[in-house]
Each structure stands twice: as C-alpha cells, then as structure tokens.
C-alpha cells in the first residue's frame, strides 16, 4: 500500500470517529447560524447554554434530532479527509521528487521551500473542496429541514388563532383544530430529497454554493498554518508539530 493510500485511509477514519462524537454541536452551531427568528426569542437563545440547546432539539425532536444528516456527513468526512490526505502526500511526494531532482543538478538543497508546501496544500485542498462541496450542501440542508418544519407549524398555529379570534371560534373548536395540527407527522426527509430540493431551487450549481469563500478560508488557513511551522522551526524550541490549540 503505498503512503498516499494509507495516508487517505488514516484520514477518513480519524474524521469518521471525530465527526461521530462531534455531530450534536454541528447540528445546533448550523440550527444557531440558519434561524430567523423574532427579536425576543432571538434574545432567548443567547440566554440558552449549549447544552440546553441540545436538550431542546432532543425535546422537540427526539435524539435522531442531533443526528439528522449524519450519513451523508459520514461520507462527506470520509471522502472530505480521504481526498486531502491522499492528494496531499500524493503532491508532497512530486514536491520532494523535484526537490531532490534540483539538488543533483546543482540548484537547491534538496528540501521544500515554504512556497511549495502552500502549492501542495492548495492543491489538495482546491481538489477537496471542489469534490465534497456538493455533500456538505446536503448535509447543511439536512440539519436545517426539521427546524423549517417546525416553523411552518408555529406560522399555521400563529393563523389557526388569528382565524379563531376574527371568526369567534369557541374554545373547544379551537383545541380540537389545534390537536389535529399537533397530530401531524413531519414528511421523511432523506437524502434523495434534499438533492432532489437543491437541484429543483439552483440547479446543477446549487449543489456548488459558497465554494468561492469556502476556498478563500481554506487556502487562508493552511498558509497560516504553514507559516506557524515555519517560525517553530526556525525557533529556539525547534518544535515543527503544531498543538490543537493553536489549530
């Protein structure tokens, strides 16, 4: 197996094993992110711990609630941390292999400058983002779905009640319209829907929103991260490896 393989491998794993543990925190960071909501149950939610938000998404939404999504962001960290991985110890190698071609003809002395490992990272992370992009606009999608249902049932009881205080309906009515929305089930929701609501709103593209400043963030990031190797190694410390605090 060659270390390009094995580095692929390693990588979608560990990501498999990190996303699995964090997946709840995913789910109510992108619920926090997407909601529009009035000012005052805004103002409530900046109140609730994180911990209380995961023990309302369960109260309103079960356990699958913290989950919703996850196998296609199992298989878009697999793939995600796969890609990298691999491409990247792939061009690593063509790096050093040019490296070391330069040393023999007397140009060099045979290691990476900076400006070749940030090409290799780029590259790896450009193929990354371009082909696991699509995957993780379903999942987006996904984890938002149960909370727009929720809200289109909070619109219907919001006009059950105006209609019951412009008609004068009578309190018993009222509940027994009120019970028969609360007996609705949620449509299912899967992953064939979600492709099938991207491709009808967007289009092929659709499935391609937001890889412009996804990619910007990433190359900021890796550069960054090289140049912290590069003053470590050069430090008095010595230290190259970087901690996950600084990461």
Same mark, same amino acid.
């Given at each position: 197996?060659?270390?390009?393989?094995?580095?692929?491998?390693?990588?979608?794993?560990?990501?498999?094993?990190? *996303?699995?543990?964090?997946? !709840?925190?995913?789910?109510?960071?992108?619920? +926090?992110?997407?909601?529009?909501?009035?000012? *005052?149950?805004?103002?409530?939610?900046?109140?609730?711990?994180?911990?209380?938000?995961?023990? *309302?998404?369960?109260?309103?939404?079960? @356990?699958?609630?913290?989950?919703?999504?996850?196998? !296609?962001?199992?298989?878009?960290?697999?793939?995600? *941390?796969?890609?990298?991985?691999?491409?990247? +110890?792939?061009?690593?190698?063509?790096?050093?292999?040019?490296?070391?071609?330069?040393?023999?003809?007397?140009?060099?002395?045979?290691?990476?400058?900076?400006?070749? @490992?940030?090409?290799?990272?780029?590259?790896?992370?450009?193929?990354?983002?371009?082909?696991?992009?699509?995957? @993780?606009?379903?999942?987006?999608?996904? +984890?938002?779905?149960?909370?727009?249902?929720?809200?289109?049932?909070?619109?219907?009881?919001?006009?059950?009640?105006?209609?019951?205080?412009?008609?004068?309906?009578?309190?018993?009515?009222? +509940?027994?319209?009120?019970?028969?929305?609360?007996?609705?089930?949620?449509?299912?929701?899967?992953?064939?829907?979600?492709?099938?609501?991207?491709?009808?709103?967007?289009?092929?593209?659709?499935? @391609?929103?937001?890889?412009?400043?996804?990619?910007?963030?990433?190359?900021?990031?890796?550069?960054?991260?090289?140049?912290?190797?590069?003053?470590?190694?050069?430090?008095?410390?010595?230290?190259?490896?970087?901690?996950?605090?600084?990461?």
């Amino acid at each position: 197996m060659s270390n390009a393989v094995a580095n692929g491998l390693a990588g979608a794993g560990g990501g498999i094993i990190a *996303q699995i543990i964090t997946y !709840p925190l995913q789910t109510v960071n992108t619920r +926090q992110q997407t909601e529009r909501v009035a000012k *005052q149950s805004l103002d409530t939610t900046k109140r609730l711990g994180t911990l209380l938000q995961i023990l *309302q998404v369960i109260r309103t939404d079960g @356990w699958g609630g913290l989950y919703s999504g996850l196998k !296609p962001s199992l298989l878009g960290t697999a793939a995600s *941390q796969g890609i990298y991985y691999y491409f990247y +110890q792939v061009f690593k190698n063509k790096a050093e292999a040019i490296a070391a071609a330069r040393k023999l003809k007397g140009r060099g002395d045979g290691t990476i400058g900076m400006f070749s @490992w940030l090409t290799v990272a780029a590259l790896a992370g450009s193929l990354n983002v371009l082909l696991t992009i699509p995957i @993780w606009v379903l999942v987006t999608r996904m +984890q938002t779905h149960t909370q727009a249902e929720r809200k289109i049932m909070e619109e219907r009881k919001n006009a059950l009640l105006r209609e019951a205080s412009e008609n004068g309906l009578t309190d018993s009515e009222l +509940q027994h319209k009120l019970d028969e929305l609360d007996s609705i089930k949620p449509r299912p929701y899967g992953t064939l829907q979600a492709v099938h609501e991207v491709y009808t709103e967007a289009g092929i593209t659709g499935f @391609w929103k937001g890889i412009v400043p996804t990619l910007i963030m990433f190359m900021i990031y890796e550069g960054s991260l090289k140049r912290l190797r590069a003053k470590r190694a050069v430090s008095k410390q010595g230290k190259k490896n970087i901690t996950a605090l600084e990461v």
